[in-house]
């Protein structure tokens, strides 16, 4: 299940399952979106991003749904394992004179239980 | 190439020493960022270079002063910190506008102490 409060919220799941991390964003105008994974001792890892003029995009294991409306953006990972234990930022990203200004959003640990 | 690396790993830093952190990345990136992420919190950007040229400052205090020699490297330079200021500080790079969705390649990380 998944849990928030004083700590990073954390997701439990069981190896083998879907796993499903949520995220809402701030900013209407957005132009990309893009998950980024963080493993203890480590730097982000892109995961896979998405257009604003996309709703879905899929990768090996991992699909990201864009939802517009409501500001909402999911990253799902089939067959969840235990490597794919971490947290998982998911992040705006727009191009400002000079460069992308990205925003992280809270992040979420996911916890695999094998 | 696909490496971000940066040095040092770990620093422990007194209030009145003066020390840098250093970045280099060899993928033809033109733009670096620095980031701030404290414990159990998201990375904040601090600055981005594009071109060598500072081009985004997040309203970051003057004891933090960024550098880019060329290209490849991008520094950090500390000088009178305070103990709020220990955190994680991430490097990443990233190509420029029209280079898809501006994915970054991030580096591990210095973790650094103020004492």
């Known amino acids: 299940g998944e849990s928030v409060g004083l700590h990073l919220p954390t997701l439990s799941v069981q190896e083998g399952d879907n796993s499903i991390i949520n995220c809402a964003y701030s900013n209407s105008a957005s132009d990309y979106f893009i998950w980024y994974k963080q493993e203890s001792g480590k730097g982000p890892q892109f995961i896979i991003d998405?257009?604003?003029?996309?709703d879905k995009r899929q990768g090996q294991r991992v699909t990201v749904l864009l939802n517009k409306t409501v500001k909402h953006l999911s990253l799902q990972i089939a067959a969840t394992q235990p490597g794919d234990s971490a947290v998982y930022f998911c992040a705006e990203n727009n191009w400002v004179t000079g460069g992308f200004k990205t925003i992280f959003g809270a992040g979420t640990r996911l916890f695999v239980k094998a | 190439d696909t490496e971000v690396t940066q040095t040092p790993k770990h620093l422990v830093m007194g209030m009145t020493n003066k020390k840098s952190l250093k970045c280099e990345q060899h993928m033809g990136h033109r733009a670096m960022y620095w980031y701030k992420q404290k414990a159990k919190k998201p990375p904040e950007l601090m600055f981005v270079y594009s071109y060598e040229k500072l081009s985004i400052n997040e309203s970051v205090p003057s004891r933090f002063s960024p550098e880019c020699p060329n290209s490849s490297l991008l520094n950090l330079h500390l000088h009178a910190l305070q103990p709020e200021d220990s955190a994680l500080y991430l490097c990443a790079s990233s190509g420029t506008a029209g280079k898809k969705t501006g994915r970054q390649y991030f580096g591990p990380g210095t973790r650094l102490t103020v004492t």
């Open positions: 998405i257009r604003s003029n996309m």
